[in-house]
């Protein structure tokens, strides 16, 4: 009952979506929803299995998510496959099956591919965005401030390590030019503190001192590989650094982690005191999802990532005394987007 007011909305998001995503010239929007319909078929379906699995043998269930991700995907059987990877609609099972079962013709079939595509990506964003925002809520925000120092040493040798050897290995081992080079080392700082955070959740060691300056790290991580892909890049298309681009990165992202943190602290008297005085279904839920999406959208503007706004709306709303009743209620619609 009380995920029926969200779910709801969803449905409208996911149509206007569908409508968006497909026109009437190339794309019959129904034709996009039953093969969004399959997509997530398969995609809960993989999950499932390899988690079970996995969990039966003492393993992270996100480990057989993973596997399930893969074996469905471009690198095994081919049924959910991403126009990003190089891949088109003749490769995906899905649409073959959607053309044996349904009114779906050759020619409707790279526009049907392409828009079903775009709103799998989307949700799997929103996904993400869900995710850290569980992470941020089950996170001590007291802890985290503690070993901040340790979990900045963690996140400077995990960027700077892989960068300096990805880059010097591509260059003299394998003899790479150095703008490609340093390209590839700046990608290799790049980790995915999704997976990080909910492997440490399912074993038990997110709430752990060890847990909590992986987390912080993972955050960090985030942001310096943010500026270095924004350096590099820079470097590629102009040949130089451009010195006012990095400085805005890192002042944005400090004013933003900080700023969100603080002024959070400051209105969550009033978030409390909002949700209590409302009388409709799932007020606690829907007002801090509103809240997560807000600083979730601020970050992604000034070029950082929005699970760094959800994450941080987590670790705000963790600091209230709805932090309980609104774990309940976040988990599963996590279990409906994460997958």
Not at 37 to 53: D, P, Q, R, W
Not at 80 to 92: H, R, T
Request: glycine content about 8%; aromatic content about 8%; some cysteine.
């Amino acid at each position: 009952m009380i995920l029926q007011p969200f779910l709801s909305s969803a449905w409208s998001f996911n149509i206007s979506l569908l409508a968006s995503a497909a026109t009437a010239e190339t794309a019959d929007s129904a034709l996009v929803l039953a093969c969004v319909l399959l997509s997530l078929t398969v995609i809960y379906f993989a999950c499932k299995l390899g988690g079970e699995i996995c969990v039966r043998f003492n393993l992270p269930p996100v480990l057989g998510e993973l596997v399930g991700g893969v074996i469905i995907g471009v690198s095994a059987l081919k049924l959910l496959v991403f126009p990003e990877g190089g891949a088109g609609f003749e490769d995906s099972l899905l649409i073959h099956f959607l053309q044996s079962t349904s009114p779906l013709t050759p020619e409707e079939s790279p526009a049907v591919f392409s828009a079903a595509s775009e709103v799998i990506s989307v949700l799997s964003e929103l996904g993400v965005i869900i995710l850290l925002f569980e992470i941020g809520l089950e996170s001590d925000l007291q802890e985290l401030i503690r070993v901040g120092p340790q979990a900045a040493a963690v996140a400077v040798v995990g960027v700077a390590v892989p960068f300096l050897v990805g880059t010097l290995g591509l260059i003299y081992i394998f003899h790479l030019a150095t703008i490609p080079a340093i390209f590839a080392g700046a990608a290799l700082t790049a980790t995915s503190i999704g997976i990080t955070a909910k492997v440490l959740a399912e074993i038990g060691k997110l709430s752990a001192k060890e847990g909590q300056i992986i987390i912080g790290a993972a955050v960090l991580d985030d942001i310096l590989g943010i500026i270095v892909l924004a350096v590099v890049a820079s470097l590629v298309k102009t040949g130089e650094v451009q010195i006012s681009k990095v400085i805005y990165l890192v002042i944005s992202s400090s004013a933003f982690v900080i700023g969100a943190i603080l002024i959070g602290r400051f209105l969550s008297p009033f978030y409390v005191q909002l949700v209590n005085s409302m009388k409709t279904r799932g007020q606690l839920l829907l007002v801090s999802l509103i809240f997560a999406f807000i600083l979730a959208y601020i970050a992604q503007v000034i070029q950082l990532e929005a699970i760094l706004g959800s994450f941080a709306a987590g670790l705000v709303l963790a600091e209230t005394e709805k932090r309980s009743e609104l774990a309940e209620q976040v988990f599963p619609i996590a279990d409906l987007f994460v997958p």
